[in-house]
């Protein structure tokens, strides 16, 4: 089948009209123009070569590579919307070089593909033409004309580069950063579990079920110890008289024996155990003098922040990196690295902070899992913020959800500190109320703070530094025009800072001065079976005497745990 009966099966039968000639010069048209014989599938004769002033017998062109054009001037005759008047109509769309202005008519009515329509509005050109017949003009300006490979190349070198890079994306840096810390103090932990006791993992006097070091050796590397950061009652006042000698023998950090006295049968002292050049000055007096207010007393502060980074075995750090790579490595992403940081650290020191008011004063206490729980509350709030944008929020209510229960309820067992997560929690949520932006249910009513925008076309910390500058650049202008709904929602905000601020103040006071300690709050982290609310519980009777010395009988034996 020829082409013009695959492009226009009915166009055989208009072979009769004649299309328009073309001519040998440029500027001279012939009066009369021939018409065509009866088009025929045979291939044509080639033997004598018509020549310009010649009619072809079968096609328009002399010859495939003829340099002629169509005249711009020529009248066009009956235009018809089929493939056979196409070849003419398209010089005169174009005219030459690509400058001539288009026809009124259109001649395609084919639906050719890559070729315009006549019912579809034409988009403005420019003096290039993709038609490889048409000469070019040599009056005109000659323009370099982009492909659209060379549009997308550079395209994409603005924000991609081909296959093998995508669009940029935030790093998650302080996750990345914080997770490989905390992985190389692990090694550093089973380094120095194996230097002291010749054993990577805690197995004498008892296994570690946490596969991991000594309890002893992570006290004596910085795990929140209360009898390392101040007095405890028990300790820097035991009774010793003639009969009685109930001063604390505290364990060596290289232990393996059931005395917890070191390999050569000597004893610790508290500075063997506490360790960071512990001062003398600090240690409790074993001769029965000792007074609860003796100063100067232990004041190793720094377990508040150290435990973050510690960890009781492969087990403990294994799940708890694995959330922090997936839920704190996205939460970075959508706050950006800042928030996150303040976030994270804030909460796992007020988990720490309230164990240490709370929780058994002879258990160690180690590990991130405080700082997650703020990050799992950052999520529920986020959550919660965005509940109508959500496509299945209810399923993600129930993920968050079973990941607190099943944390609180393990927090109930033995060697856990189930006041690190609530506090790390609680910290999450009212720090998430003041960083984080408002509601999208409030965003709409007040017209204020847009939601996050993607993070490959904005840093997620523009919003932040936007607002500080322009609060910093006219603080009265920045309260002006707000709209009441605004206001209680900063006012909310405000309160929640000011409330945690506050707590955080008195819990750290209630620590070094008064030490109040709540009698049912040990239940919180612990079920009353088999003793094990009295896990780790150095406190005793004790009766004030004249001389500041105290009468102590302890109510079990000092314990220590993860």
Known sequence: ????????????????????????????????????????????????????????????????????????????????????????????????????????????????????????????????????????????????????????????????????????????????????????????????????????????????????????????????????????????????????????????????????????????????????????????KTDGTGCLNDKPEPNQWFRFILPIFLHAGLIHIGFNMLLQMTLGREMEILIGPIRYFLVYFASGIFGFVLGGNFAAPGIASMGASGALFGVIGLTLLDLLYHWQERPSPMKELGFIMLDIVISLVLGLLPGLDNFSHIGGFLMGVVLGICILRSPAALQKRIGHDPPYKPVSQSKSDDHMTSATLKFAKAPVGFFKGRKPAWWAWWLVRAAALVFVFVVFILLLQNFYVYRNKCSWCKYISCIDIKGWCDIGNLLGNTTETATCSANSTLSGRAMFSY
């Open 1 to 284: 089948m020829a082409a013009n009966d695959y492009y226009n099966t009915t166009s055989r039968e208009d072979h009769t009209q004649s299309p328009q000639a073309y001519h040998s010069s440029y500027g001279n048209p012939r009066d009369a123009t021939p018409s065509l014989p009866p088009y025929t599938s045979r291939p044509p004769s080639r033997s004598h070569m018509a020549r310009p002033q010649e009619t072809s017998p079968v096609s328009p062109f002399e010859a495939p590579f003829d340099d002629h054009v169509y005249p711009m001037s020529h009248p066009a005759p009956v235009s018809r919307f089929d493939s056979q008047s196409t070849i003419g109509a398209d010089s005169r769309y174009y005219g030459q070089g690509g400058g001539g202005k288009p026809q009124s008519t259109s001649s395609f009515q084919d639906d050719i593909p890559l070729r315009d329509h006549p019912g579809v509005p034409l988009p403005p050109k420019d003096n290039s033409t993709d038609h490889v017949y048409d000469a070019g003009d040599p009056s005109a300006p000659v323009r370099r004309r982009t492909n659209s490979i060379e549009q997308g190349t550079q395209a994409r070198g603005r924000g991609m580069s081909g296959l093998l890079k995508r669009p940029k994306k935030r790093i998650a840096w302080v996750t990345y950063l914080l997770t490989t810390a905390m992985v190389a103090v692990f090694i550093g932990q089973i380094g120095r579990n194996w230097q002291l006791t010749g054993s990577p993992i805690m197995i004498k006097p008892t296994f570690n079920p946490m596969i991991g070091p000594s309890t002893y050796v992570t006290i004596n590397m910085g795990a929140r110890y209360t009898p390392c950061m101040h007095n405890v009652n028990g300790v820097q006042n035991p009774i010793v008289n003639a009969t009685h000698d109930f001063s604390i023998g505290f364990p060596c950090p290289e232990t393996t024996r059931d005395d917890l006295k070191s390999k050569t049968g000597s004893g610790c002292d508290l500075g063997d155990l506490c360790g960071f050049n512990f001062p003398s000055e600090w240690l409790p």
